[in-house]
Protein backbone atom coordinates (compact mmCIF):
# COMPACT_ATOMS: atom_id res chain seq x y z
CA UNK A 1 0.00 0.00 0.00
CA UNK A 2 3.15 2.26 1.03
CA UNK A 3 4.42 1.46 -2.36
CA UNK A 4 1.29 2.15 -4.17
CA UNK A 5 1.35 5.76 -2.43
CA UNK A 6 4.96 6.70 -3.38
CA UNK A 7 4.20 5.38 -6.79
CA UNK A 8 1.42 7.92 -7.11
CA UNK A 9 3.37 10.77 -5.56
CA UNK A 10 6.18 10.52 -7.82
CA UNK A 11 4.09 10.95 -10.83
CA UNK A 12 3.27 14.26 -9.61
CA UNK A 13 6.17 15.88 -10.38
CA UNK A 14 6.80 19.88 -9.05
CA UNK A 15 6.11 22.55 -11.62
CA UNK A 16 7.28 26.40 -10.98
CA UNK A 17 6.33 28.44 -14.38
CA UNK A 18 8.13 31.53 -14.06
CA UNK A 19 9.41 34.02 -17.31
CA UNK A 20 12.61 33.18 -18.40
CA UNK A 21 13.81 36.65 -16.78
CA UNK A 22 12.73 35.33 -13.34
CA UNK A 23 14.66 32.00 -14.05
CA UNK A 24 17.67 33.97 -14.69
CA UNK A 25 17.93 35.83 -11.73
CA UNK A 26 16.87 32.59 -9.71
CA UNK A 27 19.83 31.12 -11.45
CA UNK A 28 22.34 34.59 -10.68
CA UNK A 29 21.50 34.38 -7.29
CA UNK A 30 22.21 30.66 -6.95
CA UNK A 31 25.55 31.30 -8.22
CA UNK A 32 26.43 33.99 -6.01
CA UNK A 33 25.10 32.01 -3.19
CA UNK A 34 27.66 29.44 -3.88
CA UNK A 35 30.60 31.50 -4.78
CA UNK A 36 30.65 34.92 -2.94
CA UNK A 37 27.87 34.77 -0.49
CA UNK A 38 29.33 31.07 0.39
CA UNK A 39 33.00 32.90 0.66
CA UNK A 40 31.86 35.35 2.89
CA UNK A 41 29.96 33.47 5.56
CA UNK A 42 32.89 30.64 5.27
CA UNK A 43 35.33 33.96 6.28
CA UNK A 44 32.61 34.92 9.17
CA UNK A 45 32.93 31.48 10.30
CA UNK A 46 36.68 31.66 10.34
CA UNK A 47 36.62 34.80 12.29
CA UNK A 48 33.89 33.74 15.10
CA UNK A 49 36.49 31.10 15.35
CA UNK A 50 39.56 33.47 16.22
CA UNK A 51 37.15 34.70 19.33
CA UNK A 52 37.77 31.71 21.54
CA UNK A 53 35.88 28.91 23.01
CA UNK A 54 33.07 28.15 20.53
CA UNK A 55 30.17 26.75 23.52
CA UNK A 56 29.78 30.29 24.54
CA UNK A 57 30.77 32.38 21.08
CA UNK A 58 27.78 34.29 19.92
CA UNK A 59 29.63 35.42 17.13
CA UNK A 60 30.39 31.89 15.71
CA UNK A 61 26.75 30.82 16.80
CA UNK A 62 25.29 33.55 14.31
CA UNK A 63 27.89 32.69 11.90
CA UNK A 64 26.96 29.10 11.66
CA UNK A 65 22.80 30.30 11.78
CA UNK A 66 24.02 32.26 8.61
CA UNK A 67 25.61 28.85 6.98
CA UNK A 68 22.83 27.24 7.77
CA UNK A 69 20.00 29.92 6.04
CA UNK A 70 22.73 30.06 2.90
CA UNK A 71 22.29 26.17 2.48
CA UNK A 72 19.11 26.29 2.84
CA UNK A 73 18.48 29.13 0.15
CA UNK A 74 20.66 27.51 -2.39
CA UNK A 75 18.82 23.88 -2.00
CA UNK A 76 15.38 25.65 -2.18
CA UNK A 77 17.01 27.74 -5.44
CA UNK A 78 18.46 24.22 -7.28
CA UNK A 79 14.74 22.61 -6.23
CA UNK A 80 13.13 25.83 -8.31
CA UNK A 81 15.59 25.73 -11.10
CA UNK A 82 15.19 21.95 -11.76
CA UNK A 83 11.16 22.02 -11.85
CA UNK A 84 10.98 25.41 -13.66
CA UNK A 85 8.96 25.68 -16.61
CA UNK A 86 9.49 28.69 -18.57
CA UNK A 87 6.41 30.07 -20.25
CA UNK A 88 6.93 31.11 -23.59
CA UNK A 89 4.48 33.92 -23.83
CA UNK A 90 4.21 34.62 -27.55
CA UNK A 91 2.49 31.03 -27.80
CA UNK A 92 -0.12 31.87 -25.37
CA UNK A 93 -3.71 32.56 -26.74
CA UNK A 94 -4.32 36.07 -26.80
CA UNK A 95 -8.17 36.84 -25.99
CA UNK A 96 -7.47 34.35 -22.62
CA UNK A 97 -5.79 35.00 -19.32
CA UNK A 98 -2.91 33.24 -18.78
CA UNK A 99 0.78 33.63 -17.29
CA UNK A 100 2.06 37.18 -18.31
CA UNK A 101 -1.04 39.07 -18.93
CA UNK A 102 -1.95 42.12 -17.02
CA UNK A 103 -5.46 42.30 -16.06
CA UNK A 104 -7.89 44.99 -15.20
CA UNK A 105 -11.09 43.57 -13.34
CA UNK A 106 -14.43 45.14 -11.77
CA UNK A 107 -15.46 44.16 -8.36
CA UNK A 108 -18.99 43.26 -8.57
CA UNK A 109 -19.68 43.12 -5.64
CA UNK A 110 -19.11 46.82 -5.07
CA UNK A 111 -18.58 48.15 -8.93
CA UNK A 112 -15.65 49.51 -8.16
CA UNK A 113 -12.73 48.68 -11.03
CA UNK A 114 -9.81 47.44 -9.22
CA UNK A 115 -6.36 48.59 -10.29
CA UNK A 116 -4.41 46.18 -13.05
CA UNK A 117 -2.76 42.98 -11.74
CA UNK A 118 -0.30 40.87 -13.54
CA UNK A 119 -0.53 37.15 -13.65
CA UNK A 120 2.49 35.11 -12.68
CA UNK A 121 4.36 31.89 -11.81
CA UNK A 122 4.62 31.26 -8.22
CA UNK A 123 8.15 32.27 -7.94
CA UNK A 124 7.43 35.54 -9.19
CA UNK A 125 4.45 36.81 -6.91
CA UNK A 126 5.02 40.06 -5.09
CA UNK A 127 1.25 41.41 -3.91
CA UNK A 128 2.95 44.64 -3.44
CA UNK A 129 3.31 45.22 -6.91
CA UNK A 130 0.35 43.54 -7.92
CA UNK A 131 2.01 40.43 -9.32
CA UNK A 132 -0.26 37.67 -8.62
CA UNK A 133 0.44 34.05 -8.90
CA UNK A 134 -1.60 31.64 -10.70
CA UNK A 135 -1.81 29.47 -8.19
CA UNK A 136 -3.38 31.92 -5.64
CA UNK A 137 -7.14 31.94 -4.96
CA UNK A 138 -7.56 34.62 -7.52
CA UNK A 139 -5.06 34.01 -10.26
CA UNK A 140 -6.64 30.46 -10.13
CA UNK A 141 -10.16 32.23 -10.89
CA UNK A 142 -8.67 34.26 -13.22
CA UNK A 143 -7.07 31.70 -15.93
CA UNK A 144 -8.25 30.93 -18.79
CA UNK A 145 -11.31 33.87 -18.64
CA UNK A 146 -12.05 35.89 -21.65
CA UNK A 147 -12.93 40.17 -21.27
CA UNK A 148 -16.48 39.93 -19.96
CA UNK A 149 -16.24 36.83 -18.22
CA UNK A 150 -17.31 36.81 -14.50
CA UNK A 151 -15.29 34.87 -12.16
CA UNK A 152 -15.77 34.00 -8.42
CA UNK A 153 -12.98 33.76 -5.74
CA UNK A 154 -13.47 32.21 -2.67
CA UNK A 155 -11.76 34.74 0.46
CA UNK A 156 -11.62 34.53 4.23
CA UNK A 157 -15.04 36.95 3.99
CA UNK A 158 -16.65 35.35 1.61
CA UNK A 159 -17.01 34.98 -2.17
CA UNK A 160 -16.34 38.01 -3.96
CA UNK A 161 -17.09 38.00 -7.80
CA UNK A 162 -15.19 40.11 -10.29
CA UNK A 163 -15.89 40.78 -13.82
CA UNK A 164 -12.44 40.72 -16.53
CA UNK A 165 -12.59 44.32 -17.90
CA UNK A 166 -9.31 43.94 -19.86
CA UNK A 167 -6.27 41.89 -20.72
CA UNK A 168 -2.98 42.98 -21.93
CA UNK A 169 0.07 41.27 -22.89
Known amino acids: ?17 MSQKRYD ?15 EVAELIKEARGYGDLSENSEYDEAKNE ?13 I ?3 AVI ?25 KVMPAYKI ?12 VSEDSPFGKALMGAKVGDEVSVEAPRGTMHYRVERIER
Not at 1 to 17: H, P, S, Y
Not at 90 to 110: A, F, H, P, Q, Y
Request: with cysteine.
Open 1 to 17: MADTVLKGMETMAKEFK
Open 120 to 131: VGSQEADVMSRA
Open 87 to 111: VDESEIDSDKISIGCTVTVTNLDNG
Open 81 to 83: LLY
Open 25 to 39: ELKRELNESKTTRAD
Open 67 to 79: QGKLYSRIAELEE
